[in-house]
T-cell receptor, first 114, second 116 residues
Framework: AQTVTQSQPEMSVQEAETVTLSCTYD???????LFWYKQPPSRQMILVIR??????QNATENRFSVNFQKAAKSFSLKISDSQLGDTAMYFCAFIRYNNNDMRFGAGTRLTVKP | DTEVTQTPKHLVMGMTNKKSLKCEQH?????MYWYKQKAKKPPELMFV???????INESVPSRFSPECPNSSLLNLHLHALQPEDSALYLC???????????????FGSGTRLTVV
């Protein structure tokens, strides 16, 4: 079974600063996908960024980037130039290649302070 | 259309009631999902439909009954629920397996269910 661990229940950052959220996972698979989802108080899960395990290059989406360390089974999310609208729960998620069973970590509540 | 639409947004039901949650997408996705999310917890997978067939049931009690009438619609029928079933129920959709890279799931905004 695959497990996803987020060890930071809560984090805060000042507006315009940079913050990194941690995620580790455990799997025996070699092909899989990793995602970061954001869930603001409006409760809709929003895809932030995705990473394909067979690609060594770290994914980047505007202010969001990941540090994917496959050997260490680590997948951290860096948010640059934090904005008030980034305040939300952030979930790390894992899914095996060619499967339909996305699993989530426990989440990190991020607060961006003005 | 890049949305997953869930109705109703809020639902209060008694333990003897029968109700249904509805989910609709028009993105041509061939996999649809139900997740249950308790407060301050991650979403937990309940059911997966792949190409309109039930492919995963995560040992969900029979008082929850999923239905996939066609590739765009997903229902969750509720009967004789317990107060501990109160939660946010999220629907999601994605490309089917074998349809290329996995670009993640698109989620609806959920139905907030309260069982009294």
């Amino acid at each position: 079974a695959q497990t996803v661990t987020q060890s930071q229940p809560e984090m805060s950052v000042q507006e315009a600063e940079t913050v990194t959220l941690s995620c580790t996972y455990d799997t025996s698979e070699s092909n899989y996908y990793l995602f970061w989802y954001k869930q603001p108080p409006s409760r809709q899960m929003i895809l932030v960024i995705r990473q394909e395990a067979y690609k060594q290059q770290n994914a980047t989406e505007n202010r969001f980037s990941v540090n994917f360390q496959k050997a260490a089974k680590s997948f951290s999310l860096k948010i640059s130039d934090s904005q008030l609208g980034d305040t939300a729960m952030y979930f790390c998620a894992f899914i095996r290649y060619n499967n339909n069973d996305m699993r989530f970590g426990a989440g990190t509540r991020l607060t961006v302070k003005p | 259309d890049t949305e997953v639409t869930q109705t109703p947004k809020h639902l209060v039901m008694g333990m003897t009631n029968k109700k249904s949650l509805k989910c609709e997408q028009h993105m041509g996705h061939r996999a649809m999902y139900w997740y249950k999310q308790k407060a301050k917890k991650p979403p937990e997978l309940m059911f997966v439909y792949s190409y309109e067939k039930l492919s995963i049931n995560e040992s969900v009690p029979s008082r929850f009954s999923p239905e996939c009438p066609n590739s765009s619609l997903l229902n969750l029928h509720l009967h004789a629920l317990q107060p501990e079933d109160s939660a946010l129920y999220l629907c999601a959709s994605s490309q089917g397996t074998g349809q290329g890279p996995n670009y993640g799931y698109t989620f609806g905004s959920g139905t907030r269910l309260t069982v009294v």
